[in-house]
């Protein structure tokens, strides 16, 4: 079997959209500063109810998987439809820097996790990593959620199918 085969068949299978961001603090001259990142995620899913757990897949040596092999902390914002534009920003090639991506775009920082979290998602998570499993060119980050919010956002959820995104209808 070919890589583009085993992707064509897996394109197949509808995914929620996620937004996955963390805070890397830094010391300056000046103090503590540090920088946000942030990535598009599709294959995000929850793990356990008890205690509450969820799992992101991280491409290994992405700036998101270096981030969160050093920082335990981290945020997910599940995008809504109307929030399609930030998905694909945020999932870019060779992309703009990590400050200018959350230029323009209303977040709020998570007061347990430090990381951005998208105003309108239909909800958000705030989590600390609890373990990291190496898996194939991918690396299974399973986090423990220590607070989820809804922050507003309504609507329907932002879906990925066929390599595009796509409503529910």
Same mark, same amino acid.
């Given at each position: 079997?070919?890589?583009?085969?085993?992707?064509?068949?897996?394109?197949?299978?509808?995914?929620?959209?996620?937004?996955?961001? /963390?805070?890397?603090?830094? &010391?300056?001259?000046?103090? +503590?500063?540090?920088?946000?990142?942030?990535?598009?995620?599709?294959?995000?899913?929850?793990?356990?109810?008890?205690?509450?757990?969820?799992?992101?897949? &991280?491409?290994?040596?992405?700036?998101?998987?270096?981030?969160?092999?050093?920082?335990?902390?981290?945020?997910?914002?599940? &995008?809504?439809?109307?929030?399609?534009?930030? /998905?694909?920003?945020?999932?870019?090639?060779?992309?703009?820097?990590?400050?200018?991506?959350?230029?323009?775009?209303?977040?709020?920082?998570?007061?347990?996790?430090?990381?951005?979290?998208?105003?309108?998602?239909?909800?958000?998570?705030?989590?600390?990593?609890?373990?990291?499993?190496?898996?194939?060119?991918?690396?299974?980050?399973?986090?423990?959620?220590?607070?989820?919010?809804?922050?507003?956002?309504?609507?329907? +959820? &932002?879906?990925?199918?066929?390599?595009?995104?796509?409503?529910?209808?």
């Amino acid at each position: 079997m070919s890589n583009d085969e085993f992707r064509a068949a897996l394109a197949r299978l509808a995914a929620g959209v996620v937004l996955v961001t /963390a805070h890397e603090p830094a &010391l300056t001259e000046d103090g +503590p500063r540090g920088e946000d990142a942030g990535m598009t995620a599709t294959s995000f899913t929850s793990v356990s109810l008890d205690p509450p757990l969820v799992l992101v897949s &991280l491409r290994n040596g992405s700036r998101m998987d270096d981030l969160l092999a050093e920082q335990p902390l981290w945020g997910v914002s599940l &995008l809504s439809e109307s929030q399609r534009q930030i /998905a694909g920003r945020f999932a870019m090639k060779g992309r703009i820097s990590d400050r200018l991506l959350f230029e323009d775009i209303p977040w709020t920082r998570g007061e347990v996790c430090g990381a951005p979290l998208m105003e309108g998602a239909l909800a958000t998570l705030e989590c600390r990593t609890e373990q990291r499993v190496e898996a194939g060119d991918h690396t299974l980050v399973i986090g423990r959620v220590l607070k989820a919010g809804l922050p507003g956002g309504d609507g329907a +959820p &932002l879906a990925y199918f066929r390599g595009r995104y796509r409503h529910l209808g």
